[in-house]
C-alpha cells in the first residue's frame, strides 16, 4: 500500500510518469511471489511418534533442565543425581504462598475444582491406555482396509501377468496345430486324387462293359436267328409224304418199345 | 473471589471488553481439522465420535432432513464441548445464559417449523389435531396443540439453562457446606466430599445428555416437519 503512495506521489511530481503510474500497482502485483512451484501438500510431512514429555500432565519436561543450571540437584549420591529437585521446591514454594497470604483463596470453588480434577485424573488414569489403543486401532483398520485394497490389484494384475505368460506359452506350441492341419489337408486331398482316378476307371469300365454286352447280345442274336432259320428250313423241306411216314414210323417203335417194356417188369418181379 | 452464590454467572468483563466473545469462541479450538488419513489420536477419536453420532442421528431423515446434519452436529459439539468445560473450576459456561439459548434456539425450531409449513403445508397443519380424537374435543385440543408448539422453543432454552444452571448452583452450594464443615467436623465434611464427587460425575453425564437431548429435539421437530 505504501508503494502505491509512493507511486501517486511520483506521479504527482512528474506529470509525465502519470500514464505508468496506472500500471504502476499492476506491476507491482505482478511482481510479488505468488503460487511459486508446486503447491507441496504431499507427500506430507510425517508426525512425530510421540508427544512431548511433560510432568504432571502440565509442565514440561524442558522446564526441569531450564532450571538445572539455577537450582542444581540434591543429589547424595550418583544415582540419585539425575533427579532434577529445584522446580519441585520452586512449586512447592510457589503453592504455600498463594495459600498463606490468601492470594489463593479457599472457596467452595476449591473443593468442586478438587472434586473435578480428582474424577478427571482417575479417568485419565484409568482409560488412557485403553480409550490410546483404540484410536490406533481404528487408524490401522483405516490403513489395512485401504492395503487390503492395493494387496487386491496387485493380485489382479499378477495373476493377469500369469495368465498372459501361459498364453504366450500356448502360442508357442501353436505349429503343432498348422502341421496337424496340413497333414489334414494333404491326406484329404490324396483322396480325393484317388476317388476321382477310381470313378475314372469306373466310368471307362462301364462304357467297355457296354461294349462287350454288345457284343454278346448281337452274336446270341445272330445265332438264335440262324438257328430259328435252319429250323424252318429243316421244317420246311419235311414233305406230307415224309412226315407221314416218319409218324408211322415213330408209331411202330413205340408199339416196340411198349412191348419190351411190359416184358421186362415181369422179368424184373421174377 | 466469588461474592455470592451467583457470581459464576455473570458475563465475564475484562477492563470493560467483552471476554464473553472469546470464551464462547474457545471450544472450536478444541476440535482441530485434519486433511491426513492417518491423524494423531485426539484427531482420530473426535472423527469417530462425530462419525458416530452423526449417523445415529441423521439416519432417520429423509434426504431434505439430512441437509441440516452440519447444523446439527456443530450445535452437539457446541453445547458439548461448552457444558463440558464449564465444570473446570472458576470457568464460565455460556450456556447458563438464558439470552445465549434463546438464541440458539428459537431460529433452529423457527426453521424447521417454517420450512415444514412451506413444503408440507398440510402436514405441518395436521399436528395440530392428533389421530383418533373425538369431534366435541377438536377445538380445545387444536388450542393446545398450538400451544404446545409455541412453547417448544421456549422449553428448550429454559430446559438446557436451568439444567446447567442448577448443576452448578448444587456443586457451589455442597462445596460451600464442605468447607463449613470442615472446621466443625471432619467426617461430616468428608461425606459431603463424597456427595460432592458423585454429583461431579453427575454434571458430567448431564452435560453431555443435556446437548445430546437438545440436538435430538431439534432433529424430531425437523423430522416432523420435512
Same mark, same amino acid.
Given at each position: 500500500?505504501?508503494?502505491?503512495v ?22 507491482l ?17 510425517p ?9 504432571? %500432565? =502440565? !509442565? ?7 532450571? *538445572?543450571?539455577? $537450582?542444581?540437584? @540434591?543429589? +547424595? ?15 512447592? %514454594? =510457589? !503453592? ?7 492470594? *489463593?483463596?479457599? $472457596?467452595?470453588? @476449591?473443593f +468442586? ?59 508357442q ?36 462293359d ?61 | ?33 485434519s486433511n ?41 459439539l ?42 408440507k ?34 422449553a ?14 448444587l ?22 466430599f ?33
Open positions: 500500500m505504501l508503494s502505491r509512493v507511486l501517486s506521489a511520483a506521479a504527482a511530481a512528474a506529470p509525465s510518469l502519470k500514464n505508468a503510474a496506472l500500471l504502476g500497482p499492476g506491476v502485483q505482478a511482481t510479488r511471489i505468488f503460487h511459486t512451484g508446486q503447491p507441496s501438500l504431499a507427500p506430507v510431512p508426525l512425530p511418534e510421540h508427544g512431548g514429555k511433560v510432568r504432571f %500432565g =502440565l !509442565i514440561p519436561e524442558e522446564f526441569f533442565q531450564f532450571l *538445572y543450571p539455577k $537450582t542444581g540437584v @540434591t543429589a +547424595s549420591c550418583e544415582l540419585q543425581r539425575k533427579i532434577l529437585k529445584g522446580p519441585y521446591v520452586l512449586g512447592t %514454594g =510457589l !503453592i504455600l504462598y498463594l495459600l498463606s497470604k490468601e492470594i *489463593y483463596v479457599i $472457596t467452595p470453588e @476449591t +468442586s475444582a478438587i472434586s473435578t480434577i480428582g474424577f478427571l485424573v482417575y479417568i485419565v488414569k484409568k482409560y488412557g491406555a485403553s480409550v490410546g489403543e483404540f484410536a490406533d486401532k481404528l487408524n490401522e483398520q483405516k490403513i489395512a482396509q485401504l492395503e487390503e485394497v492395493k494387496q487386491a490389484s496387485i493380485k489382479q494384475i499378477q495373476d493377469a501377468i500369469d495368465m498372459e505368460k501361459s498364453q504366450q506359452a500356448l502360442v506350441k501353436r505349429h503343432y496345430l498348422f502341421d496337424v492341419q496340413r497333414n489334414n489337408i494333404a491326406m484329404a486331398l490324396e483322396v480325393t486324387y484317388r476317388e476321382r482316378l477310381h470313378r475314372v476307371y469306373r466310368e471307362v469300365k462301364n462304357r467297355l457296354y461294349h462287350i454286352s454288345v457284343q454278346n447280345m448281337m452274336r446270341q442274336k445272330e445265332q438264335e436267328h440262324m438257328i430259328n432259320w435252319v429250323e424252318k428250313r429243316v421244317v420246311q423241306s419235311i414233305s406230307a409224304q415224309q412226315e407221314k411216314e416218319t409218324i408211322a414210323k415213330c408209331i411202330a417203335d413205340l408199339k416196340l418199345l411198349a412191348k419190351k417194356a411190359q416184358a421186362q417188369p415181369e422179368l424184373g418181379r421174377q | 473471589m466469588n461474592e455470592n452464590l451467583f457470581a459464576s454467572f455473570i458475563t465475564p468483563m475484562i477492563l470493560g471488553l467483552p471476554l464473553v466473545t472469546l470464551i464462547v469462541l474457545f471450544p472450536s479450538l478444541l476440535f482441530p481439522t491426513r488419513l492417518v491423524n494423531n489420536r485426539f484427531v482420530t477419536l473426535q472423527q469417530w465420535m462425530l462419525q458416530l453420532v452423526s449417523k445415529q442421528m441423521m439416519s432417520i431423515h429423509n434426504p431434505k432432513g439430512q441437509t441440516w446434519t452440519l447444523m446439527l452436529m456443530s450445535l452437539i457446541f453445547i458439548g464441548s461448552t457444558n463440558l468445560l464449564g465444570l473446570l473450576p472458576h470457568s464460565f459456561t455460556p450456556t447458563t445464559q438464558l439470552s445465549m439459548n434463546l438464541g440458539m434456539a428459537i431460529p433452529l425450531w423457527a426453521g424447521a417449523v417454517i420450512t415444514g409449513f412451506r413444503n403445508t398440510k402436514t405441518s397443519l395436521a399436528h395440530f389435531l392428533p389421530q383418533g380424537t373425538p369431534t366435541p374435543l377438536i377445538p380445545m385440543l387444536v388450542i393446545i396443540e398450538t400451544i404446545s408448539l409455541f412453547i417448544q422453543p421456549m428448550l432454552a429454559v430446559r438446557l439453562t436451568a439444567n446447567i444452571t442448577a448443576g452448578h448452583l456443586i457451589h452450594l455442597i462445596g460451600g457446606a464442605t468447607l463449613a464443615l470442615m472446621s466443625i467436623s471432619a467426617t461430616t465434611a468428608l461425606i459431603t463424597i456427595i460432592l464427587i458423585l454429583l461431579t460425575i453427575l454434571e458430567f453425564a448431564v452435560a453431555m445428555i443435556q446437548a445430546y437431548v437438545f440436538t435430538l429435539l431439534v432433529s424430531l421437530y425437523l423430522h416432523d416437519n420435512t
